[in-house]
């Protein structure tokens, strides 16, 4: 699993069974017993039946197992590891070697650590790093899906199949941002594969099986339940996952979640503990979002994604209250960039998109819909804008590269306040004009407008929120301000609507967002 490795509280699946067997019980022998004398309508008392009872909760998992485990596969990698590299990304496999708990200053601990430090110098010789995962067959050609975080840096990957047969794989292609990756083998012989399921129709409490090979030990099959939907894990922007209480452990990345038909509906990925072992919660890609990305990778070796260009951020109670909205709903726009199929739209910074092709959306769920867009479609938003709804057409641009080139860290805070400085009593922040000096030393761009935050203080509602001496208010709700005296005006006036939140649009080193504050009674300079 990866170094992040998602951990939490297993439910006790014994105990869920025998709440069912009692109630499936229950029925059996009410159904048994002479009929009760007629009651009214209003009064009546039949048994809760559950859809599909009796069908979906099988006695065994052996028939399944046995025509599912062929088409899963061990996946080996060897690395070479050269003195001063990182290789602390890897995951399931052997990491750097750690120093046993020797008791401090004993001969052992020395011979440890200077072995080690041996190890790191420069001219040490290379080492070989080995990692296990898991994977599933798709095509009998030999085409196999597992995780990126399994085979990436990978100088060598090794398959191994059910019946002990082991074969060289190559890469056809890689998703860092799903974590996906697509291998191929030669085999003598068409290979057992597994196909694909819509994950989109999988319920939470469906069951499911889990194949892999936890620690190395091939062939595992665990079974649980589907337990939530639509998982952001802080893992991507398209994070979407379909989290399992079947048991996933260190080494089944990269394998099948399967339904009762045998067919994928996920890809085993991470894993929520804090020991490392399962403790009941799990995540999979679901089949939805993989199999577009799967078949690029297969056929293109590349993913190319659709893009609107647009910096977002979900609407919250708060954001909502500063807007006018009604509701919490919606991505709103925190930036737009130049020259991007969103400013060529005419979308403000500010807008709230509310749908796309007619489909109700959130701030989260934007991104991955729109990359699933092939670039050059014509794509038709909902726009709320300053208490209006509007509908714009927008052409889907291609997600540029990834850019390399982001700020080394965040600027030094200032220690005080900067002279002619206003407070913002209530919010816990001063702020004052740009300046030249404020440029020189916030290493801000030439032209840039908006009003400089001077200080902020420890544990204010500003501290909370993640604001910083250097970033700058360039918006109050929706309104441009350059000065102090016209953030202040524009609060006065937030104040005179009778408005309990305000909006403050905030540019930092990582760019633009929407800062939602609670509105104090007044403001003092």
């Not at 048994?32 to 007629?38: G, L, W």
């Not at 065994?60 to 990698?77: Q, Y």
């Not at 890897?90 to 200077?114: A, C, I, L, R, Y």
């Amino acid at each position: 699993m990866s170094p992040m490795s998602f951990r939490a509280a297993a439910f006790s699946r014994s105990c869920l069974a025998m709440g069912l067997v009692t109630a499936l019980g229950g029925h059996a022998a009410q159904a048994a017993d002479p009929a009760p004398a007629p009651v009214p309508a209003a009064a009546s008392t039949a048994p809760l039946r559950l859809p599909g009872e009796g069908r979906n909760m099988p006695d065994s998992f052996a028939d399944l197992a046995a025509k599912l485990l062929p088409a899963v596969v061990n996946v080996s990698t060897t690395e070479m590891v050269r003195p001063g590299e990182d290789d602390d990304d890897g995951d399931d496999g052997d990491s750097t070697p750690q120093v046993p708990n020797f008791p401090e200053g004993s001969p052992f601990e020395k011979f440890f650590h200077d072995f080690m430090n041996r190890q790191d110098t420069p001219n040490a010789p290379p080492r070989k790093m080995q990692a296990l995962g898991s994977g599933f067959i798709i095509d009998p050609s030999g085409v196999i899906v597992t995780n990126n975080h399994v085979v990436r840096h990978a100088d060598q990957i090794t398959i191994t199949l059910q019946d002990n047969t082991v074969l060289k794989a190559r890469l056809l292609g890689h998703d860092d941002r799903t974590d996906l990756a697509v291998l191929k083998v030669d085999s003598p012989k068409p290979l057992p594969a597994v196909p694909f399921g819509d994950s989109d129709h999988a319920r939470v409490g469906d069951w499911v099986l889990a194949i892999g090979n936890p620690f190395g030990l091939s062939g595992t099959v665990t079974a649980g339940i589907v337990s939530s939907r639509g998982r952001n894990i802080e893992q991507g922007p398209y994070d979407d996952f379909i989290q399992t209480d079947a048991p996933i452990n260190k080494g089944n990345s990269g394998g099948p979640l399967f339904n009762l038909n045998g067919e994928v509906i996920g890809i085993n990925t991470a894993i929520f503990s804090p020991s490392g072992g399962s403790i009941g919660i799990g995540f999979s890609i679901p089949s939805a979002e993989a199999q577009g990305i799967i078949d690029q990778l297969r056929h293109h070796g590349r993913v190319t994604r659709g893009w609107i260009g647009v910096r977002i951020q979900d609407v919250t109670q708060e954001i909502a209250d500063g807007l006018g909205l009604k509701s919490p709903h919606g991505a709103l726009i925190a930036g737009v960039e130049p020259k991007g199929p969103a400013a060529m739209a005419h979308l403000q910074t500010g807008d709230v998109i509310q749908s796309l092709n007619g489909k109700d959306i959130d701030g989260r769920a934007l991104p991955r819909l729109v990359a699933e867009l092939a670039g050059g479609s014509v794509a038709h938003l909902g726009i709320w804008r300053k208490g209006q709804q509007m509908n714009v057409a927008i052409t889907i641009g291609a997600l540029p590269e990834e850019k390399t080139d982001k700020a080394d860290g965040a600027a030094a805070p200032a220690k005080k306040p900067a002279q002619g400085s206003m407070a913002i009593t209530g919010m816990g922040f001063t702020v004052g004009e740009i300046d030249d000096i404020a440029r020189q030393k916030y290493n801000m761009a030439e032209g840039q407008k908006g009003v400089l935050v001077t200080g902020v203080t420890d544990d204010s509602p500003a501290a909370e929120r993640g604001l910083r001496p250097g970033d700058v208010v360039t918006e109050v709700q929706q309104s441009a301000v350059n000065t102090p005296a016209d953030l202040r005006r524009q609060l006065d006036a937030a104040r005179a609507q009778h408005r309990k939140t305000v909006l403050f649009l905030v540019q930092n080193s990582d760019g633009l967002r929407w800062v939602p504050f609670p509105l104090p009674d007044g403001t003092g300079h």
